[in-house]
């Protein structure tokens, strides 16, 4: 409402009252509000959401590390430990025997060792970025596997990104990389990086047996839990992950995320 005094000459004057409805206006404020407020509590919920599987993932990766350690390095352990007690050196050749097959132990020992340590995070991702990870996870698990996995640096990218969104990256490309040999059967593995002005992609192709990725992340047995995982890790950096398999034409996964985000410094 506006009021408004207006003379007509002399002493006496009148007012002009100007009133106008504001129902509308007012009503369309309230509803930008209240959906301004759904779109911050659903935002807060999501990140919640996924901040506990991240949490959820680590605690899987420390169980998995636990279980390696357990069922593959303690058992190693325990039969060298029975071999070494049961060796008799008044008898050479049984002895020789015995320590032809504690050599090859302990080789299989220094693997198994090499390749939980591994799959911790490597110094050459801390120090030097996810190219030389990557270049060096390659390496390190073609060694490991006797898989043939090669590593392309398409771009020469040697840019830095922030810990979490390299740490991630990372995580999800052994991943793949762990479940083409595994469960896939892959004989040969590429892993590719290049990267725009505005995005770095990452490549995960192999030739291994494929499957139905629809398919898979329906199932209720936990089969689907690392690809939900990777899918998960990838929101978390606000990156975004597609999936490419059939039954027995291989896989190829890519990982695409931002390099104008704040997660994003460039540095040589």
């Given at each position: 409402m506006s009021?408004?005094?207006?003379?007509?000459?002399?002493?006496?004057?009148?007012?002009?009252?100007?009133?106008?409805?504001?129902?509308?206006?007012?009503?369309?404020?309230?509803?930008?509000?209240?959906?301004?407020?759904?779109?911050?509590?659903?935002?807060?919920?999501?990140?919640?959401?996924?901040?506990?599987?991240?949490?959820?993932?680590?605690?899987?990766?420390?169980?998995?590390?636990?279980?390696?350690?357990?069922?593959?390095?303690?058992?190693?352990?325990?039969?060298?430990?029975?071999?070494?007690?049961?060796?008799?050196?008044?008898?050479?050749?049984?002895?020789?025997?015995?320590?032809?097959?504690?050599?090859?132990?302990?080789?299989?020992?220094?693997?198994?060792?090499?390749?939980?340590?591994?799959?911790?995070?490597?110094?050459?991702?801390?120090?030097?970025?996810?190219?030389?990870?990557?270049?060096r996870m390659a390496a390190e698990l073609s060694k490991l596997t006797g898989s043939n996995i090669l590593f392309e640096n398409r771009s020469n990218f040697n840019g830095r990104l922030d810990t979490v969104v390299e740490t991630n990256l990372y995580r999800i490309t052994q991943e793949a990389v762990n479940n083409a040999v595994k469960y896939a059967q892959a004989n040969f593995i590429l892993i590719r990086i290049s990267h725009t002005e505005k995005m770095l992609s990452i490549v995960i192709d192999d030739d291994g047996k494929g499957f139905d990725p629809d398919e898979v992340e329906q199932k209720n047995d936990g089969s689907g839990m690392g690809l939900s995982f990777m899918r998960e890790r990838m929101q978390f950096i606000q990156g975004r992950m597609f999936i490419h398999s059939e039954v027995g034409e291989g896989t190829r996964i890519t990982l695409n995320v931002g390099l104008e985000s704040d997660y994003f410094f460039f540095s040589f």
């Open positions: 009021v408004i005094p207006v003379s007509g000459g002399g002493l006496a004057q009148d007012l002009l009252i100007l009133c106008s409805d504001i129902t509308y206006r007012k009503e369309a404020l309230q509803e930008i509000e209240r959906l301004n407020q759904e779109r911050f509590d659903e935002q807060m919920r999501q990140q919640v959401l996924r901040s506990a599987q991240i949490v959820e993932a680590q605690e899987e990766e420390r169980k998995r590390i636990a279980r390696d350690m357990h069922d593959g390095i303690g058992q190693m352990l325990t039969a060298l430990k029975f071999n070494l007690d049961a060796l008799d050196l008044s008898q050479t050749e049984k002895a020789q025997a015995k320590l032809e097959k504690l050599q090859q132990l302990t080789v299989k020992l220094i693997q198994g060792v090499r390749m939980v340590t591994f799959n911790l995070t490597p110094p050459e991702l801390s120090d030097y970025g996810i190219a030389t990870g990557l270049a």
